[in-house]
């Protein structure tokens, strides 16, 4: 009875271990870094019209909405199966949370593309939008010794641009593959480049590093001719699907390795540091199968998304995970869905609230408009604000001021593609170019002594000094009476202390 009993209680005790085990998902193991939770499968491959060869890998989520014009939805992730034919494909999306679309043309991209090549397949599409060029970027493969660029302006519709790298432009390292690649706008201070590509990069003693391309444009790379990234005895021998992961203030590339799971190094602001960290996300083996490759990120609100690709390599499929970032927005986080719940309209002119944004127009130069955050009370000692804008019209001054007794902090924003982000109404001290007709990041870092620092983008573009602050206390967003405004804007965050990007 006593011996029946015992296998009864430790059936139960196993059972209890797999039932805790299979619904609590791996999570970060590094301290310091995002802990990411499983959210669940975005795509699987047997239930998609386009599957020819029954898996599917390296997600890639833009969100449409900053830069196409009515989106089949807010979000556009794109994948594609590996083996032959591969095929760039596409799903779409309201929420990062799904439920996804499959696009009824997939693919969007094949692997025969007349006059420009045919290929065995064609797969790991990355895409992003290039400020110079005014349209996307897709970046993806096709053999596996060659990188290639096709542009779009509606992500969905491309023009083939080139071949931008493939193995023999590695001279130094005797490469059979350059893949994977994917772009990102960072200047490396040495360097003076505007973007950045990280890429796969195998050698004829099939070690898989990770390997680097510079360039000014996004159409014309430079290829360099040492590793980035070399795999040390934890990851094994096979590096893949490099991600750019700027993270309090440091600079670090996150990346699949042989072990299953993604792992980080920190690469220094000029790309010239391997420090080997260890596991940033810790594959789950039953819901991941022991295998969590090619990371994107893309952040919410505070919310930071993981889509990635899970289980065996030429049998995954998508999934996601995410985490709440521990940021200090201690003051306000507004997501501006619904601005009238904390603002007010002050002065005249025209409001639009839109699904994911808010219009603040001022047509007159003998009034001001502005819209003003509510039941505020200015920070003292040091605090960071952060705006995500645009600016929709010519000739338009827009405002972004912290104001208390003790200082005034000012960004003005001008309009166009080369547009400028500067500390004055006019011949501003300080000032910075971008084509502010696209949404970006502006996060202005307050020290104590109220000298400030503002990053677009994540990254510093100029420091400067607040001037005594007049008047009442106000955060304000829009038009002064001698200027006019034409912004829009879709998050503000106010928090005590120092928030690095």
Known sequence: MLKKWLQVWV???????????????????????????????????????????????????????????????????????????????????????????????????????????????????????????????????????????????????????????????????????????????????????????????????????????????????????????????EEGTNLSGPTFFPWNGKYYVAYHATSGNVHITEVGPNFNLQNHLGVMYDSDATIDQGRAASPNFITEGNTMYMFYEQGPRLGGQIAYAKTVLNTQWNIFSDSMSNYAAGWTNSGTGTITQYNNDVNIVDTSTTTYHYITKNNMTPPTGAFTFEVRAKVNAANTLNEITMRSGNYKISLYLTHGTAGTAQNNTSNPSKSYTLDTTTYHNYRVVVQSNYTYDLYVDGILRWSGAASLGTGSNVFKIGGDTATTANISVDQVYLGNGIILP
Not at 65 to 82: F, M, Q, R
Not at 140 to 158: L, P, Q, V
Not at 174 to 187: D, G, H, P, R
């Open 11 to 233: 059936c139960f005790v196993l059972l209890f271990a797999v039932i805790t085990f299979t619904t609590n998902s791996k999570t970060s193991a590094l301290t310091g870094f995002p802990t990411f939770n499983y959210a669940g499968s975005v795509l699987n491959p047997a239930n998609l019209t386009y599957n020819p060869t029954g898996e599917i890998i390296f997600p890639a989520v833009i969100k449409a909405s900053d830069h196409i014009a009515n989106p089949l939805g807010t979000y556009y992730l794109y994948y594609a199966p590996h083996d032959a034919p591969g095929g760039l494909s596409l799903a779409y999306s309201n929420s990062l949370d799904g439920p996804w679309t499959e696009y009824s043309g997939n693919p969007i991209i094949s692997n025969n593309w007349s006059p420009n090549y045919s290929v065995s397949h064609v797969s790991s599409p990355y895409m992003m939008w290039n400020s110079i060029a005014n349209k996307y970027y897709m970046y993806f493969h096709g053999e596996n010794t060659t990188t290639r660029i096709a542009s779009s302006t509606d992500g969905i519709h491309f023009t083939y641009e080139k071949a931008a790298l493939n193995t023999s432009n590695f001279t130094s390292m005797s490469l059979t593959e350059i893949s994977y690649a994917k772009v990102f706008e960072y200047t490396i201070p040495s360097k003076n480049n505007k973007y950045i590509m990280l890429m796969m990069c195998n050698n004829t003693n099939n070690i898989r590093n990770i390997c680097m391309a510079l360039s000014n444009d996004g159409l014309n790379w430079t290829a360099q001719q040492t590793p980035l990234i070399t795999p040390n005895s």
